[in-house]
T-cell receptor, first 116, second 116 residues
Framework: NAGVMQNPRHLVRRRGQEARLRCSPM?????VYWYRQLPEEGLKFMVY????????ESGMPKERFSAEFPKEGPSILRIQQVVRGDSAAYFC??????????????FGAGTRLSVL | AQSVTQPDIHITVSEGASLELRCNYS??????LFWYVQSPGQGLQLLLK??????LVQGIKGFEAEFKRSQSSFNLRKPSVHWSDAAEYFC??????????????FGKGTHLIIQP
């Protein structure tokens, strides 16, 4: 059973470009979470999605950031017109809808975004 | 709003010595509590969790943590550290709102250094 898969592991973008980060949850998991980690900081919650639904986006910046989790395929975190302040590690986590592990979030290895 | 405080940014411990990492939280109810470990350039691995019941919980790699409601604390302990324990440790709190686990709130982390 593969873990949470994120790609790419490293992404370099120039200011003004778009960044697309992908996350495939663990098999059987229907809940996906995105977090951002700035240097020397802990993780900050951004958004919580279930298939085709955004459940909680209270941590998402109001502009340029969007997330989706379609019926088929991975979850995507999209950052439009990136700025240097977007440089960070972005982590995805997933959890199942039921069972003993339903309140446990399992994390991927992250995507490290560098904006030049 | 909930918050998590890890008062120690860095801790240095000699190999074989005991370890305690502090975590205090602010929350309106009894939250779910977690400790995660992050090695450089890697994702987060779950060490242990507290949901309810016995306030002393055992985790992987010989770690344990004790939930103390009166002190709003969830300190992580290990009786004898190994050089491979050098990493960043994050305490996190979350809640379950019926439809699924909400996004976690993380502390800023404690960087553990092991001296030979």
């Amino acid at each position: 059973n593969a873990g949470v898969m994120q790609n790419p592991r490293h992404l370099v973008r120039r200011r003004g470009q778009e960044a697309r980060l992908r996350c495939s949850p663990m098999k059987g998991h229907s809940h996906v979470y995105w977090y951002r980690q700035l240097p020397e900081e802990g993780l900050k919650f951004m958004v919580y999605l279930q298939k085709e639904n955004i459940i909680d986006e209270s941590g998402m910046p109001k502009e340029r950031f969007s997330a989706e989790f379609p019926k088929e395929g991975p979850s995507i975190l999209r950052i439009q017109q990136v700025v240097r302040g977007d440089s960070a590690a972005y982590f995805c986590a997933s959890s199942p809808r039921s069972g003993q592990a339903k309140n446990i979030q399992y994390f991927g290895a992250g995507t490290r975004l560098s904006v030049l | 709003a909930q918050s998590v405080t890890q008062p120690d940014i860095h801790i240095t411990v000699s190999e074989g010595a005991s370890l305690e990492l502090r975590c205090n939280y602010s929350y309106g109810a009894t939250p779910y509590l977690f400790w995660y470990v992050q090695s450089p350039g890697q994702g987060l691995q779950l060490l242990l969790k507290y949901f309810s019941g016995d306030t002393l919980v055992q985790g992987i790699k010989g770690f344990e943590a004790e939930f103390k409601r009166s002190q709003s604390s969830f300190n992580l302990r290990k009786p004898s550290v190994h050089w491979s324990d050098a990493a960043e440790y994050f305490c996190a709190v979350g809640m379950y709102s019926g439809g699924g686990a909400d996004g976690l709130t993380f502390g800023k982390g404690t960087h553990l250094i092991i001296q030979p």
